[in-house]
Every structure is written in C-alpha cells, then in structure tokens.
C-alpha cells in the first residue's frame, strides 16, 4: 500500500515536472508576458512552400496559404505565381472597413486581359470542407455567426458537427479568391484582404486562402478607391504590383524569416485567456469573453537561423 | 352584426393603408432597394450642436456626439472644441487594426503643453449609464461580449437588465476619450476612432463620445506610426489639426448637411434583416445572422434643404 502510494507520488511528481516544463512562469498573465515567456515549441517557421511575397513598391506583404483548408485554389495560385501571372498586374480595389483587392485591370477585356498559360482561369468552389479529420482547438466563447469557432493550423476557423462542415473566418487580414456571380467563378486570378471589420457575412459564400501574417499596413493605409464598392477608377490610381513570388523560389537571403505562434499550445490557450481577462491595470472591467477575430496571431522574425548542416 | 364587420372593414382598411404608407414595397430586399424606398421620416438630420468638424489637410471627417451616453465628455469636448484647444494640435498615433488618436503632442511636459482655459482637463469616467430611461431597438442576435446588444439614438449599444447598466460598442469608427491608468484620467483632451476589427474588449473601459459619420477614411488610411501601440515617432510624421469646430458656429453655408437613418423604425429592421440574410443573388449561403458591428448605419447628404422661413 505504502509502495502503490510511494510510485503513485513518482508518477504524479514526474507528470508534475512534466507539465511544469511546458507551462509557464505563474506570473505570465499579460500577452507581452506570456511572448516573453514562450518557449521554441510554441513556434513554427513559416513554410516557404506555402508562403507568397506581395512586392509593392512600398514594400513586401507577406501571405501564409492555407492548402488544408482551400488545396486546389492554393495550387492554383501557386501556379499563376509562378507563371509570373500577377507580376505587372494592379492594386484595383480599395473600401474602406472591407478589402483591398488585386487583379487585372482588364480582366474583362478577353482581347487584353492577361493570358494564364498552364493554371486554370476558375476553379470548383472551396468555401467548406468536412469537419472531420481537420484539427481544431475550439475557442470557449459563443459567436455570433458559427455554431462553433476556434483554430486550425494558425488560422481562425469555424466548423459545423451536424453538418460536418468546417471553414475559415474573415478575419482582419484573411485573404480570399474573388469571384462574380457563379460560386464556382473564383480559382485565384483576384485576391482580397480583409482590412475592417471582419465581414463574416462572407464566410463559407468565397473562398479563403489565406492570410496576411506581415505588412498588412501597406494595403490597409492604401486611398480608397472612389468609384463604386471601393474600385480605383482611373489607371493612375491603381498601385502596380511589381511581383508575386512563391518564398520557395527565392534564394534564403531573399525571404522573410519569420515565425509564427501555434495555435494548438497550452501557451497559445494562455494568451488567449490573457485577452479574455486582461490584467494590465488600465483595465477596469474584464471582458470575459473574447471574439474569434479579436485573438491575436503573434507573428516574430526568426532570432537566429539555424546553422546550416 | 353586417354593420360591425363593415366597419371593422372600414378600421382594417385604414389601418392598412396607414400601415401601408411606411410600409416599403414587398420588392425591397436588399440594402441598396431599401434605401430607395425609404421614407422622409426614417432620417433624421445631423444636429449641428451635437457635431463636430475635425478639419484636417486631407478634408473634414465628421463626429456626431452622444450626449445622452456621455453627458459631462460631450460638454467638455465642446467647451474644448469652443476655446480653440485642438486647434493646432496633432493626430499622434495610428495603430493598423485598432485606433487613430489625436491631441496634444506635449501633453506630458508641463510647460509647454496646450493650456485648458475654461474646459476641465479631466473628468469622471462615464464608461456607463443606467439601461433604464434609455431608448433601446435590441438586435436579436447573440454577441460575445455582451448579454444584449442594439442601437440607442443610432448609436452601436449593449445592456446589462441585471445590472442596469448600458454602455456604447466599439463598433468602427467609434469615438472614444482616452485616458491614462485612472479611470477618471480622461476627459476629451485626446480622441481616438476605432479604424479595425471592434475592440469590444475597450467596452466599459473608456468613455465613448460619439462615431464618425463622414470622412474616416482620412483617418483609416493614415500611415501606421512607428513607435509602440502606433504613435509617430518624430513630429514631422504628425499630421496637424487645422482645427475643430462645433457644426452649430459654423455659418450654414459651411456645414456639412448629412441625414443618419434612424435606428427605431421598421425600416431600419427591415434593413438588418436584408444584412442578416442577404438576397444578392451573389450570396449563396445566408450568414443567419448578424454582428452588432456589421449593421450598417447609413448616412446621405441631404438631398434637398428645407426652403428657409
């Protein structure tokens, strides 16, 4: 009886030291204490397979693509990047407190508009896909629009048991594929970044692809467009997009190395916790709940490169 | 017996008609049929005594005040605006995806910062007010933050029956008084505007004065300031306040005539509903449901001034 109780003691005292390793100092309550706290398995690299580079003339926006949740509109994207498809092509599109859009300005004009050579000009909507088999940390807090909301390999995501359908959310930042009127009319030819007020009307009705996860500011502070939903209506207003680069296609000095916060962590679920309630004292009243666009992704440069084998 | 059903006929007729009369046509379903149907009476002018002119290089973003939330601020924003305390002074932060503050760059150095004459420098918070006596349209949809949300007087709002207790919604384009620690540190001597995704978490933590009703774009697309939480580092990255003004001391001829749709007809209802489900026939899923956030307030200029006396 007494050994049972003794070994019990290890087990517990292990799993304790166990758990202690991983969590953090008690006193990390606010999010620039629990970053500063975080440890190296809180972090993962940004994949340069899944990442594009927007090169803008006033600098680089930074997109992590979301192939388990949109697969073949990713690869069509990739695809059109790397047949230079968008290098050349415009900023057409500005409203305020919705999107930036990007694209051709003469889509419309089949005689002038860009010739896409081996990626394909539409492709079947990926709006949902099936709940099941797709990892998801659920938030604790009720939304507004989705039975249920939470986090799917660092993206805001929200999924539905009895339908089995699962799909990101327009969060500040999300990136999705424009489409007209035909669900399946989009494939990535024009792309939209969330810059207001997460328009979550839109969920599951365009696909989303991705999301911003660096220099999100050079589209949010671009003059919105003056003509109808937000469209530039004059060539000169448009701002050129100088290349769209697929990040694995540059040489490592090129990239951005950047690291971003899991989403599946104890860590992870502390910082959420840590803007549910904050602690800093400016606060006089605790939320006690958050919203699933109000939970920030920590995005960091990388501290130090990996010796190189 | 004929003759009572005659003249319940007679009642039933009437009242149709009557009902009829503010009644849109059955065919305006989506935002933009209802706006065109919409009746005279569900507009109601800008008050210019409860206005403000922010004029700036850019153009004049303009705030409609809310005295009813916020009492002593209104009072004392005004009594600032009327000594002429902002003119001159500066927009000191932008932080992409939160807020754009403005107020007196030296407002920490005693000796040099903008003197306050006859308005009070700071007051008590009014980060709430008793849900009781407030007029209140609830929106019938869950919110995350708040057990009940709305609109007052046209304003994003939320309340507590438990606690009695209403407060504004940091909705986009929001405007709010900052504050240091203390709660009662604030005042209307620095001004902020929500320019992304609602920091709901802000409710209840600063006093809200008002919203912007024209002109955020001049705001939202401000350059992200470099220092923390976005202030401008240097004072040339500051952009100045020409002035501000209280609409009502502006002769009329120099006022900016907007009308605001109210926010307590069937109108506006019908017009939540046409963004709770979207008939476009774009949409090819119905979001069910709508965010306090994501309900348009409409503003148009007037179309016409009433003829003078």
Redesign the interface.
């Known amino acids: 009886m007494k050994r049972a109780i003794f070994f019990s003691l290890i087990t517990w005292c292990v799993e304790s030291v166990a758990i202690a390793k991983v969590r953090l100092p008690p006193k990390a309550v606010t999010m620039r204490e629990i970053l500063a706290a975080s440890n190296p398995e809180d972090w993962r690299p940004l994949d340069p397979n899944r990442t594009l580079y927007l090169e803008l003339s006033s600098g680089r926006v930074v997109i992590e693509l979301a192939p388990e949740q949109a697969p073949n509109h990713v690869a069509n994207i990739e695809a059109l990047t790397r047949e230079k498809y968008f290098d050349g092509l415009a900023i057409l599109r500005a409203q ?2 919705y999107v930036v859009q990007w694209g051709d300005p003469k889509a419309d004009d089949k005689a002038k508009r860009r010739p896409i050579v081996r990626a394909k000009p539409m492709l079947k ?1 990926e ?1 949902v896909r099936p709940s099941s088999g797709m990892p998801f940390t659920p938030l604790d ?5 989705a039975p249920e909301v939470g986090f799917s390999n660092g993206f805001p995501a929200a999924r539905d048991a009895k339908s089995n359908q699962a799909w990101l959310t327009h ?3 999300m990136v999705g594929a424009g489409r007209d ?1 035909d ?1 399946d009319s989009g494939g990535g030819t024009e792309l939209y970044v969330v810059i ?6 839109l ?3 365009v696909t989303l692809v991705g999301r911003v996860v660096s220099g ?2 050079l589209l ?5 467009g003056g003509g109808a939903m937000g469209f530039y209506e004059q060539e000169k207003d448009r701002l050129p997009i100088l290349s769209v680069k697929v990040a694995a296609d540059l040489p490592e000095n090129e990239r951005s190395h950047l690291e971003l916060m899991r989403t599946d962590t104890p860590t992870f679920a502390k910082l959420i916790e840590s ?1 549910r309630n ?1 602690k800093e ?5 605790q ?5 699933i ?2 939970v920030p992704l920590p995005v960091r440069v990388k501290a130090q490169l990996a010796p190189k084998p």
Chains 1, 2 share one sequence.
């Open positions: 305020d407190n909507a709006f807090d009720r939304d507004t629009y969060c500040y930042g009127e669900a207001g007020h997460a328009p979550r009307h969920d599951r009705n999100i500011e949010s502070t671009m003059p919105r803007r904050r004292s400016w606060y006089k009243v939320a006690g709940h958050i919203e666009c109000n």
